[in-house]
């Protein structure tokens, strides 16, 4: 239709580029049961993607993905970049923080398609590309974590690819491969590099693309009840409200995510030091849960290829498993059950996983490996079980390093256990070295650590 009065240019573009109707294809897609303030999560999640992509960019004019200059540039990136006053502290800010809401507001996205059975027929193939998106998502978390070659990047992708590498067959295989060799060197920087900045920003693309199309052509699953005629009735265009509600909800997580870049800028940890490993490696902190999953499940190769592959298939399968048509989360109380059951032990995980960070005696692994020979030499097996193995006078020492007694405690408890506990049949090792004690404290602090007790293998 044309209006009287409209603008010269509007027609224009309109003969050449067929504008107007590009423009209704985009903004007049109807929206069952009207525009509403819940749609507006996956537009979210798709302006963080455009945000990371744009600061992404930005960061990659400063970068320098070599071991010899990543830190630098990425400490240049933080003082004089962008002529500096703080713009490439910001930048990198934003696209730190905006990492961890899109984590955040992709989980928001796939439990509310899961709470609203919007997964079900005919969207299962869309729900598909959206685990795919969910993997990518979490790829591009793990390799940007590498990418500022801090001693925090460094052990805690030594300790990420360590567990590729427990993977039956083609584990050891994989692990060389994305590093690169045996350790972490010019190469694995280079891969990641590659990896975050090519693979999977194209891959996002293709796949975003796939999830939209799809959108538009199977259209918004729209509220889970209401019959269809009422719900006709009351049906909306996508243009005005509900674009305007959109526009609002990523307004609103673009300040989130601008006021923490500013009040709380990301830090930069001393160069990545491959010889100096008195450091404990901590995840990201959405991968808090799994890491405290991983020290819990044993043995560990049970945790380290059954947890994703269980939570993998369990994502593909949903939607051809679950086939009632029935959307309504008050009609489907095991999935909101599970919903809770699952949200919760995720956040207890992730509260124990932080506590335990900050309990851990950092670890020096000569020292580990000294004590390893101490408590074999003592006789502490006799009594002990690790990994199990051993005696079952005393408790299982499998996860000791995990309980977060302080190295006092530890020499305490070898020296004196009465001390600790009455009528204790522990003996005393007060014979031992000062150092030998140290040593032993050391590595049973160590065990059940993700990583040790040789995190450099
Ligand atoms: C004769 C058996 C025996 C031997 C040998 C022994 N322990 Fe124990 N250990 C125990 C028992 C039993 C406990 C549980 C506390 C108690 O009832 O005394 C314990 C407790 C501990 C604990 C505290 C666990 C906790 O968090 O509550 C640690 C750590 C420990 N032993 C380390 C060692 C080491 C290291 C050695 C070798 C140098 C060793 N033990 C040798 C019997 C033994």
């Given amino acids: 239709m044309k209006q009287k009065g409209e603008s010269k240019l509007l027609k224009y573009l309109d003969e050449r580029i067929r504008l107007r109707s590009l423009m209704s294809f985009l903004l007049d897609e109807p929206i069952p049961g009207g525009a509403r303030w819940a749609y507006v999560f996956g537009s979210m999640v798709l302006f963080t993607l455009i945000l990371q992509f744009l600061t992404g960019i930005m960061l990659a004019f400063y970068y320098g993905g070599t071991p010899d200059h990543a830190w630098d540039s990425v400490n240049y990136i933080d003082h004089l970049s962008f002529g500096g006053m703080g713009v490439g502290r910001l930048i990198r800010g934003l696209h730190y923080w905006g990492a961890s809401m899109m984590v955040i507001l992709v989980g928001v996205h796939l439990l509310q398609v899961f709470l609203w059975g919007a997964y079900k027929k005919p969207r299962e ?59 972490l060197g010019a190469l694995t920087l280079s891969h990641f590099f590659t990896i975050h900045t090519m693979v999977l920003p194209s891959m996002f693309i293709l796949f975003v693309v796939f999830h939209l199309v799809i959108f538009r052509r199977i259209g918004p699953a729209g509220p889970y009840k209401g019959d269809p005629l009422a719900l006709e009735a009351r049906k909306e265009f996508f243009y005005p409200r509900q674009v305007l509600m959109d526009a609002m909800g990523m307004l609103a997580i673009f300040l989130v995510i601008a006021g923490l870049s500013l009040l709380r800028p990301p830090g930069l940890e001393s160069v990545a030091n491959p010889s100096n490993s008195s450091y404990s490696p901590t995840p990201a902190w959405y991968f808090d849960w799994i890491f405290q999953l991983l020290k819990m499940i044993r043995p560990e190769i049970l945790g380290v290829v059954g947890l994703p592959a269980l939570i993998g298939i369990v994502l593909v399968l949903l939607p051809f498993v679950d086939k009632r048509p029935e959307r309504s989360p008050f009609r489907r109380p095991v999935a909101v059950l599970v919903t809770m059951v699952v949200l919760g032990a995720m956040m207890t995980l992730s509260v124990q996983a932080e506590r335990g960070f900050k309990k851990l005696v950092s670890l020096e692994p000569r020292s580990v490996a000294r004590g390893k020979l101490v408590f074999r030499q003592s006789g502490c097996i006799g009594c002990h079980t690790v990994n199990g193995q051993g005696g079952h006078i005393g408790p299982d020492l499998s996860e000791e390093g995990l309980v977060g007694h302080s190295e006092h405690w530890l020499v305490v408890q070898f020296v004196q256990s009465a001390a600790h506990f009455p009528h204790s049949p522990m003996p005393s090792f007060s014979y031992l070295k000062p150092d030998q004690l140290h040593d032993l404290a050391q590595y049973v602090s160590s065990l059940g650590r993700t990583g040790w007790p040789d995190p450099t293998k």
């Avoid at 193939?125 to 460094?154: C, K, Q, S």
């Avoid at 690819?161 to 060799?181: E, H, Q, Y």
Wanted: no cysteine; hydrophobic share 55%.
């Fill in 125 to 183: 193939i869309m729900w598909l590309v959206g685990v795919v998106l969910l993997a990518l998502t979490m790829t591009a978390a793990f390799t940007g974590y590498l990418l500022p070659w801090d001693e925090r990047a460094y052990w805690g992708t030594i300790v990420g690819t360590n567990m590729i590498g427990l993977v039956p067959i083609v584990g050891p295989i994989l692990k060389s491969a994305i590093r690169g060799g045996v350790g």
